[in-house]
C-alpha cells in the first residue's frame, strides 16, 4: 500500500497511510488525507482560508475517481461548505451523476446535513485586498463585487506571481484499487463560476486500476485542453513507462497557444504502486509513504522543460 500526494499533501498523507493499515479502501484514504488538507487555516489553496475569487468570494473544486469501478464525483463552484472532496465523494456514491456545481452543489450539501462554514478567513482577505489595492485602482478594489462588469479584473488572475496551488493525492490499497482526488480554490481572483482542471475528470484526475492514476496541479486551463490526467494513464496503457508516461504528458504543453502559458504539476502511480512526478516548473515536489514507512518522504518532481513555444502562434 502507498500514497502519494503534492507537496501540500504533508498534513494529510499519515493520516491517509493509518486509514489504509486500518484496513480502508484507496478511496477512503483520499477523501481523509484531503480532509485534512481542505482544514489547514495555513493553505491558501485547498478550502478553508483558500484565496477568493475576483469578487472575494471562495469558490471549491474537487473532484474523486475509484479505479476500480471507473466511477467519479466531482463538484465546483462550491460556496461554503469546507470539505469539497467529501461532497465530490457523495456525487459518486448517491446521485446517477459525475458532476454538481454551485447552487446545486450546495444544496446537495445542505440535503446531506454537511456543516456550513464562513471559508474566507482574515488571512486570506488580507492576501485578497494587498493584491488587490497593488493592481486595480482603489476606487474599483473594495466594490468589485458591486460592479456590474469585473470581466476587465479577469486578467488579474493570470498575474505570474499570483499565488495558488492545488492538493492531489493518489492511494493503492493492499486489494490493489487506485484512486485519485483532488481538491483546490482554483486560481486565486478567477472570474466568478470559472472551473479548472481539478473538478474535470481526465483533465485534472483520471484513476483506472488496469493502467494506473494521474492528478494535476497547476494552470488548470492548460491540463483540460489536453486531458492531461487521462492522458499519462493512456499513454501507460500504450505501454510507456511511468516515467515516459509523464514526460510525454508534460512535453504536450508546449504544443498549446496559450498568451498565459504557465506550470503544470503532475502526480503519477501505475498499478504496481510505482510512483513519479512531472513539473514544467524548476524546483517542485511531491510526497509520498508506504505501509513499511514511518513518515512520508519529500522528493523531487522531474522537471520537463516545455520553453516557451506554448506562447507562440
Ligand atoms: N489547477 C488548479 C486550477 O486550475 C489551480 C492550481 O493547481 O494552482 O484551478
Not at 33 to 44: A, F, K, M
Not at 120 to 143: M, S
Not at 161 to 168: D, G, Q, S
Not at 170 to 179: E, M, P, Q
Amino acid at each position: 500500500m502507498i500514497v502519494i500526494a503534492s507537496a501540500n499533501g504533508k498534513v494529510g498523507i499519515r493520516e491517509s497511510m493509518r486509514v489504509l493499515k486500518a484496513g480502508g479502501s484507496a478511496v477512503d484514504a483520499v477523501e481523509a488525507g484531503i480532509r485534512l488538507v481542505e482544514s489547514n487555516p495555513d493553505d491558501h489553496s485547498v478550502g478553508y482560508s483558500g484565496l477568493p475569487n475576483l469578487l472575494g468570494d471562495v469558490e471549491l473544486d474537487a473532484s474523486i475517481m475509484d479505479g476500480l469501478t471507473l466511477q467519479a464525483g466531482s463538484v465546483g463552484a462550491v460556496k461554503n461548505y469546507e470539505h469539497a472532496i467529501s461532497l465530490a465523494r457523495k456525487v459518486m456514491e448517491e446521485l446517477p451523476h459525475v458532476m454538481l456545481v454551485g447552487a446545486g452543489a450546495e444544496r446537495f450539501a445542505k440535503e446531506l446535513g454537511f456543516p456550513e462554514k464562513d471559508l474566507l478567513t482574515p488571512e486570506a482577505e488580507a492576501i485578497y485586498r494587498q493584491i488587490f489595492e497593488k493592481k486595480i485602482p482603489d476606487v474599483y478594489a473594495h466594490r468589485m463585487k458591486y460592479l456590474d462588469s469585473v470581466k476587465k479584473w479577469a486578467h488579474v488572475a493570470a498575474d505570474p506571481e499570483r499565488p495558488n496551488e492545488t492538493t492531489n493525492f493518489i492511494a493503492l490499497d493492499d486489494k490493489g484499487n487506485l484512486a485519485t482526488g483532488v481538491s483546490t480554490s482554483g486560481w486565486s481572483w478567477k472570474y466568478p463560476g470559472r472551473l479548472g482542471d481539478s473538478p474535470i475528470i481526465g483533465a485534472g484526475n483520471y484513476a483506472d486500476n488496469r493502467y494506473g492514476a494521474a492528478a494535476c496541479t497547476g494552470r488548470g486551463e492548460m491540463a483540460i485542453r489536453l486531458c492531461t490526467a487521462h492522458a499519462v494513464v493512456t499513454y501507460m496503457r500504450m505501454g510507456m513507462s511511468i516515467v515516459e508516461a509523464g514526460t510525454e504528458a508534460t512535453r504536450d504543453l508546449a504544443y498549446l497557444v496559450d498568451p498565459y502559458f504557465g506550470g503544470v504539476n503532475i502526480i503519477a502511480m501505475d498499478p504496481n504502486g510505482n510512483h513519479c512526478a512531472f513539473s514544467n516548473t524548476k524546483d517542485t515536489f511531491y510526497v509520498y509513504m508506504t505501509g513499511t514507512m514511518d513518515d512520508y518522504i519529500e522528493t523531487p518532481r522531474v522537471f520537463v522543460d516545455t520553453g516557451d513555444e506554448g506562447r507562440k502562434l
